[in-house]
């Protein structure tokens, strides 16, 4: 690797649905963020993944998630009065030191890493998203292509069942499932994030045999829609370089200063007050 290596020291935060995915035990111990991770660590990152919060100096085990973290969900109830009250007030303060601690890192974080498949309800990844642009931090959004290959072998399947067709267009509304073969985002997240720092893909097959990766469903289904642009490859550019951003109104790419990595590479045991840096303009 050449000398430089601008994710070196970087701390990076992966943001991305945990409570509706279809298996929190699997999202957790084989999900996107175990491989982004082992990548961003090899080039010397600092890698904030909600699954495994920091140690808090003072607050042992302080917000810690596991995959039955959600199940005080089940306690909720919406009636009125003293005992819905008590009810509500304790899901959320049960859930509130979570929060705390993922709020904090992405607060701590350079930039975020965002992973937003448009049939996956999730708040806190907008959540996370929107603190980070608030701050003018960048925000890398992946928004994979989702199709239901499933769904559309079913519906050829009920096709000589019109009770079962009407049945299963009905659960299609009621889900719903929409298709989205493109990708696309949302149109409120294109503003916010900016053009350049969009992606439809990891493109994790370049780099298995680098990281000696088991298999895992997403590789089927990257295989089955190559990613046109794929976040990893971008990682190791941003390594050596950093990105410029497009200007609209000028027609040209331009100097993007959302990206402000520190030079922060100090090892005094006793602490020290962070100054200029070393590679400064003198």
């Not at 600092?46 to 089940?74: C, M």
Request: charged content about 25%; proline content about 8%; some cysteine.
């Amino acid at each position: 690797m050449k000398s430089t290596n601008h994710l070196r020291g970087a701390r990076i935060y992966l943001s991305g649905p945990m409570d509706f995915v279809a298996s929190r035990v699997e999202e957790k111990t084989t999900g996107w963020r175990n491989r982004v991770g082992d990548f961003l660590r090899s080039f010397g990152s600092v890698v904030f993944d909600p699954w495994f919060k920091p140690a808090v100096r003072g607050l042992h085990q302080y917000g810690l998630e596991d995959v039955n973290t959600i199940d005080v969900r089940e306690n909720w109830k919406f009636e009125p009065g003293q005992e819905g009250d008590e009810t509500r007030s304790a899901c959320a303060e049960n859930f509130w030191e979570t929060l705390h601690i993922d709020l904090r890192m992405v607060d701590t974080s350079d930039f975020t890493i965002a992973y937003c498949p448009t049939n996956i309800y999730s708040v806190g990844t907008a959540h996370e998203i929107i603190l980070s642009r608030q701050q003018a931090k960048p925000v890398l959004f992946v928004s994979p292509p989702v199709t239901f290959p499933a769904y559309d072998k079913l519906c050829a399947h009920l096709r000589a069942d019109p009770e079962g067709s009407v049945l299963l267009e009905k659960l299609a509304n009621e889900v719903p499932i929409k298709p989205n073969p493109r990708g696309i985002p949302s149109l409120w997240y294109m503003p916010l994030i900016g053009a350049g720092n969009f992606f439809d893909g990891f493109g994790f097959e370049r780099y298995v045999e680098r990281f000696d990766w088991k298999p895992i469903p997403m590789d089927a289904r990257e295989a089955e829609h190559p990613p046109q642009n794929p976040l990893l490859p971008f990682l190791e550019r941003l390594s050596q370089e950093i990105p410029q951003r497009w200007d609209n109104k000028l027609k040209k790419y331009v100097t993007n200063d959302d990206w402000l990595l520190w030079e922060l590479d100090s090892t005094a045991a006793s602490g020290e007050t962070v100054t200029e840096s070393p590679t400064a303009l003198t």
